[in-house]
């Protein structure tokens, strides 16, 4: 599924490309591309998923939106699968291929933000960055949890939550498990049961225009964001909002194409076949490689 904004920035949808069974273009390259909330390290990340992504899609600049890796969950128990790995030599090896990777720190991730200013293995980290679209407008991309107060002033209420929604998304797996052997796409569950909670649709309300009047009042057209897991493409009192969602959830993507539009990337399901089946998709997509490899 994916949502298009165009020049004038009002939101349309675009085609279900999942519903009619026909694959993306295979690369297809964006401007930029930004992911976040990863989650590396958690048996709740969707590695296989935005691998399947990755080697799909290409783009001049490469924004990682904060939580990338889950440094909370690494703290109590060490899981590091293979999966994981290849996530990291990918992006590696496309700053290596000319792509500009910037990596904004998320609440999970917090300990990178000490690097702030420098760059490792050629992936600039940052705590913010401003990213010019192709009509001119100017973003600014914040991983967003400046903006969650629970994060800012109860933060054991934070770790209390993370473990709760750790048991859910646990549940999760399960239950998409039994959708895959019959055939259906991906589902978040545990989506599902945040979206029909009153609170946590005002809580996402007030963290959205939160955002929008920091951009408004810093001067930005608009904002990109990640931390709520929920993507979104929207004008908020003239701001342009935007959540380029997460890989534990909803699998999704915010993306500018060549032409200059935004557009909300859904990838429910896998274009290609398990790594070892499908070298042709990326000839230097290998394990083989003398390619680093690390956790964090």
């Keep these: 599924m994916q949502r298009r904004v165009g020049s004038m920035g009002g939101v349309k949808p675009d085609t279900d490309l999942s519903s009619l069974n026909l694959p993306l273009p295979m690369p297809r390259h964006y401007r930029a591309i930004w992911l976040s909330d990863v989650h590396l390290g958690t048996s709740g990340c969707q590695a ?18 904060g939580d990338i890796v889950d440094g909370w969950q690494l703290k109590k128990s060490w899981r590091w699968p293979q999966s994981h ?65 629970v994060i800012q002033y109860a933060k054991w209420l934070a770790y209390l939550g993370d473990s709760l929604y750790t048991g859910i998304l646990h549940l999760n797996r399960w239950f998409n498990r039994l ?70 959830e909803s699998l999704t993507a915010l993306v500018e194409t060549p032409e200059g539009a935004l557009e909300i990337v859904h990838w429910p399901h896998l274009l290609g076949k398990p790594r070892a089946a499908s070298p042709a998709l990326d000839p230097d ?12």
């Design 179 to 248: 959708r895959g052997r019959l055939g259906l796409p991906y589902w978040s569950l545990s989506q599902y049961l945040k979206h029909k909670v009153k609170n946590a649709v005002n809580f996402i309300t007030d963290f959205e225009r939160a955002l929008a009047d920091e951009a408004r009042r810093r001067g930005f057209d608009g904002v990109v964001c990640g931390h709520i897991h929920k993507a979104e493409i929207r004008d908020i009192d003239g701001v342009l909002y935007c959540n380029d969602g997460d890989w534990v």
């Design 48 to 65: 296989e998923y935005l691998l399947d992504f990755l080697r799909h899609t290409d783009s001049d600049v490469l924004y990682l939106v």
């Design 85 to 149: 790995n290849d996530i990291v030599q990918k992006v590696l090896r496309k700053v290596r291929k000319g792509t500009q990777v910037v990596f904004i720190p998320g609440n999970h991730d917090e300990a990178g933000r000490q690097f702030a200013g420098l760059d490792f293995g050629g992936i600039a980290i940052r705590r913010e960055a401003a990213h010019t679209l192709a009509d001119g407008r100017r973003l600014l991309v914040t991983h967003g949890d400046e903006f969650d107060g």
């Design 285 to 296: 997509d290998s394990d083989s490689e003398d390619t680093p490899t690390c956790a964090s």
